[in-house]
């Protein structure tokens, strides 16, 4: 007699079903045990398939836990049902709000045969169509031609996308997405299971049902995870909005500058991405990496909240109504002056002429004016020129009567030394107050549970005013312990400071000169001169301020 080895999903029967011989034995059709072979040899089939199945269902559980984007996750989904399944086509809902607010939204849809434009759409949680009734009893649905559903069942097939598209939908599979909870989540739909033997289109057996029904429950758990991990971000988007908005209502002259560092340092990050060579070619920022620098550049000022009012929003040396005050005081020396004199005339004995006392009246006037304009000149922020520092000394002896009676100072010793400032509009306190904004962020960011991959944004947001010279603040960090990320941010934010338009106290500088300043500031080791040199190639600073 001949005698052949039968296989069994590519392996030898002997070795699926662990018994020597019977797959040579059962191949001989005058074999007495062939029959009870064969049936041995169908059971170790089926037990096979199952294993594969499982092996295959695990692998698909895998993959489902390591994709967290729930846009990619849902395609993935239906690419391994369909796959696991034979199945030609596949859709699925997800169940969105609460109670009498429910509503499923048709969020994903593969078909081998037909590709139409897909558009997500809600619609009511109905018993009527299949994925509503599956939703709402959690039972499965096998059906074997939907166009032969019973009349009094309590579902029915929807055919528009069939009569749409031209396609002929038969046997459909839909099963509940259940999490741990037993919660539903969604429902997916299995369209045409197709017959390996014929290629033509089969029905889906009870075996595909459970394998089914297990798909769809890791599935639910991996759609879970993803909506939890994107209600986590939209929390963060939420909170971080919030942050810029709270930063902007405390310091409204620097309104938008947090968005605009945010956009140029992102777009920084993205050139370095896009260049392949130089200092940074091996360098790549993933997308949750990009989302980390976009953060932190949005909350790098949040600290500008620990500082106080009048030294953050000064604008000028002296206080707007300190200023009030010593043109009051001046005025009001300039009043008893001329009382005085007029006085020590009447007491003397002099015969009062009018025209004498309009001189006296206008000299006095004509020297209050002098010292106003001198301490107008002095307030603004501009640097100093040294003989309008010199002229602040004429200031130093003056004094007027208080209302107790006392003598005291026109321009008090403090408001003197604010006025000496020779650059800028800050004492040296208050500068050193203003850097602390700095510290106040990291220590306020640095609480924040971030998750794993945004824990980098306090220590990124720490260090943008850190210069690789080691003379940046408020540590003084070298070079090396500066994150490339916070060198970005450093030259974003240099770059605003420079163009923006909308700050009282100063005009925008044009942007050729602003870049110069720039290249100044690498020239010095100041900047990272390889970055400064992709901002500019890839021409960064368009996002904010377009070249004319």
């Not at 759409?121 to 649905?141: C, H, K, N, W």
């Not at 002098?370 to 003056?398: F, I, K, S, Y």
């Not at 210069?467 to 070079?479: D, E, I, K």
Request: with cysteine; glycine share 8%; proline share 4%.
């Amino acid at each position: 007699m001949g005698r052949a080895l039968v296989f069994v999903d590519g392996a030898p029967a002997d070795v699926v079903l662990g018994v020597p011989g019977v797959g040579v034995f059962a191949a001989c059709p005058s074999w007495p045990g062939r029959e009870a072979a064969l049936a041995l040899m169908k059971a170790g089939w089926e037990r096979a398939k199952d294993r594969l199945s499982m092996t295959r269902l695990h692998e698909v559980g895998r993959s489902l836990v390591s994709e967290q984007n729930l846009d990619r996750l849902l395609d993935l989904i239906l690419t391994k049902a369909r796959e696991l399944l034979k199945a030609e086509a596949g859709s699925i809902y997800l169940l969105t709000g609460e109670g009498d607010q429910r509503e499923l939204l048709f969020a994903h849809t593969q078909n081998a045969l037909v590709n139409l434009p897909f558009h997500r759409i809600s619609m009511p949680v109905s018993r009527e169509a299949l994925a509503g009734f599956v939703a709402l009893t959690r039972e499965t649905l096998n059906l074997q031609d939907v166009y032969q559903i019973p009349s009094d069942a309590p579902y029915r097939f929807n055919d528009s996308f069939d009569r749409q598209a031209g396609y002929r939908t038969a046997s459909m599979l839909v099963v509940p997405m259940l999490d741990t909870e037993g919660q539903v989540l969604g429902v997916l739909q299995l369209i045409n299971r197709q017959d390996e033997e014929n290629g033509r289109s089969g029905v889906f057996s009870i075996a595909d049902q459970d394998l089914a029904q297990s798909l769809a429950g890791q599935a639910a758990v991996a759609v879970k995870n993803a909506q939890l991990r994107e209600e986590i971000e939209q929390l963060f988007e939420g909170f971080v909005a919030a942050s810029v908005t709270a930063i902007e209502a405390r310091d409204p002259v620097t309104s938008g500058h947090s968005g605009r560092v945010a956009d140029l340092t992102v777009g920084l990050a993205e050139a370095v991405n896009a260049t392949p060579h130089g200092t940074y070619g091996g360098l790549v920022f993933s997308d949750r990496q990009l989302r980390e620098i976009r953060y932190a550049s949005l909350l790098h000022d949040f600290g500008k909240v620990g500082v106080r009012e009048q030294v953050l929003v000064k604008a000028k040396k002296l206080d707007p109504s300190q200023l009030e005050i010593i043109l009051q005081r001046l005025r009001q020396r300039e009043l008893e002056e001329a009382l005085d004199l007029l006085s020590q005339a009447w007491r003397g004995g002099e015969r009062f002429e009018g025209s004498r006392w309009e001189q006296v009246v206008r000299d006095r006037q004509a020297e209050t004016e002098r010292l106003m304009h001198l301490v107008r000149q002095n307030n603004e922020p501009t640097v100093l020129a040294q003989e309008v520092a010199e002229g602040l000394g004429l200031l130093e002896d003056l004094t007027f009567t208080h209302w107790s009676g006392e003598r005291r100072e026109v321009v008090a010793p403090v408001d003197l030394a604010s006025l000496r400032i020779r650059r800028g509009s800050l004492s040296e306190a208050e500068r050193l107050e203003i850097e602390s904004h700095v510290t106040h962020t990291f220590r306020f960011l640095e609480r924040i549970p971030w998750t794993r991959d945004l824990a980098g944004i306090p220590e990124i947001a720490y260090a943008h005013h850190e210069r690789l010279s080691g003379r940046g603040y408020p540590r003084q960090l070298g070079a090396p312990e500066i994150p490339v990320q916070s060198r970005a941010m450093a030259i974003a934010d240099v770059f605003d400071a420079l163009t923006a338009r909308d700050r009282p106290y100063k005009g925008a500088v044009p942007l050729d000169r602003s870049l110069a300043i720039l290249e100044e500031e690498a020239r010095d080791g100041a900047l990272d001169r390889p970055l400064l040199d992709l901002f500019i190639e890839a021409k960064v600073f368009e996002r904010t301020v377009p070249r004319t």
